[in-house]
C-alpha cells in the first residue's frame, strides 16, 4: 500500500495476509498508524480482501492488485525473490507478511511466524516448506532496514537465529482494536455460581508446532484441572489426548 505523509511515501505490501490472524493484525494496525501519521494518499499491494481493511482510512485509496496464477507457495517464493523489483518505488516499503522482498526501496518488516527460527516436527510435511522458508528470509535480510516483532521472546529468538540483525529489530506491541476500545467491556470478575464450576475454554488455533496443542498430552483425567470442557479448532483425528473428557469432542472442527 501506498500512503503519502508530506514528503514521505510509505506503500504497503500485504499480498500475504490471508489469515484471520493476520486480517486482525491489520485491523488493529491500520487505522493508529493513518491517524498518527495524517496520511493523505494510499496505495495497497495486496487482493480484494484488503479492500474493506483500507476502505476509509485515507482521503486517497487505490488499491493495486497482485494477482498470482501459480499455486500459492510458487507465487509467494517468485515475489519474495525473483519478482520483488514490482515493489520497487519512492519512499519507505512497509511488508506484512514475514519474509523481506528484493525491492530497492527501504523496507520494514513484519514479522510474526516462529518458524523462521523453530524447526517444526521432522514428521510434519511442512517441514521442507518452512526449510525453504528460513533459506529465503535469511538471504533477503539485507533488502530489510528494519524489522518489528510483537514480543521480546520474538526478538530474542530472531537475534539468536540471525546475529546480523543487531539493531534492526524493534518491538511493537499490537494495539488493541477499536471494536474493543469501543466495546466497553469491562471484566468484573465470576460470580459465586460461575467460580463453583470449572472453566470453558475455546482456543481458536489452527494445527500448527508453534501453537503447543501437544502440550495436552501431558494432562491426565483427575489431575485437579478446573475445566470443564476445552474447544478446539482442529481436525478430530488430531486431537493431542482423547482421554481427556473436558476436551469437547464434538466441538473439535
Known amino acids: 500500500m501506498v500512503m503519502q505523509l508530506d514528503d514521505v511515501v510509505l ?3 500485504a499480498t500475504n495476509v490471508q489469515g484471520m490472524g493476520a486480517q486482525r493484525l491489520l485491523e488493529s494496525l491500520i487505522p493508529p498508524l493513518v491517524a498518527r501519521l495524517n496520511i493523505n494518499a494510499s496505495v495497497v499491494y495486496g487482493s480484494s480482501v484488503q479492500t474493506e481493511l483500507f476502505q476509509g ?6 488499491i493495486s492488485y497482485y494477482k498470482r496464477y501459480l499455486p500459492n507457495s510458487v507465487s509467494r517464493f517468485l515475489e519474495c525473490t525473483l519478482f520483488g523489483f514490482l515493489f520497487n518505488g519512492d519512499g519507505v516499503l512497509l511488508t506484512l507478511g514475514d519474509i523481506p522482498l528484493r525491492s530497492n526501496s527501504p ?3 513484519f514479522v510474526q ?3 523462521l527460527f523453530q524447526s517444526p516436527d521432522a514428521t510434519t510435511a511442512d517441514s521442507l516448506k518452512y526449510r525453504i522458508l528460513r533459506w529465503v528470509f535469511k538471504r533477503n535480510l539485507r533488502f530489510a532496514d528494519l524489522l518489528i516483532v510483537q514480543t ?3 526478538s530474542h529468538a530472531l537475534l539468536a537465529s540471525y546475529p546480523e540483525l543487531e539493531n534492526k529489530v524493534k ?3 499490537q494495539p488493541a482494536p477499536d471494536w474493543v476500545l469501543n466495546s466497553g467491556l469491562r471484566f468484573k470478575g465470576r460470580n459465586k455460581a460461575e467460580a463453583r464450576r470449572g472453566l470453558n475454554l475455546f482456543y481458536p488455533a489452527a494445527y500448527y508446532h508453534h501453537k503447543n496443542h501437544h502440550l495436552l498430552a501431558k494432562f491426565a483425567e483427575g ?4 475445566i470443564d470442557q476445552l474447544t478446539l479448532t482442529i481436525p478430530a483425528q488430531m486431537n493431542p ?3 481427556l473428557k473436558w476436551i469437547d469432542r464434538k466441538s473439535v472442527v
Not at 57 to 62: F, G, N
Not at 223 to 226: F, L, S, T
Open 11 to 13: 506503500r504497503i505490501h
Open 171 to 173: 518491538i511493537v506491541c
Open 223 to 226: 489431575d485437579g484441572i478446573e
Open 113 to 115: 511466524t516462529p518458524h
Open 57 to 62: 482510512l485515507a482521503k486517497e485509496l487505490r
Open 152 to 154: 521480546d521472546a520474538m
Open 241 to 243: 489426548n482423547p482421554e
Open 107 to 109: 523496507q520494514v518488516v
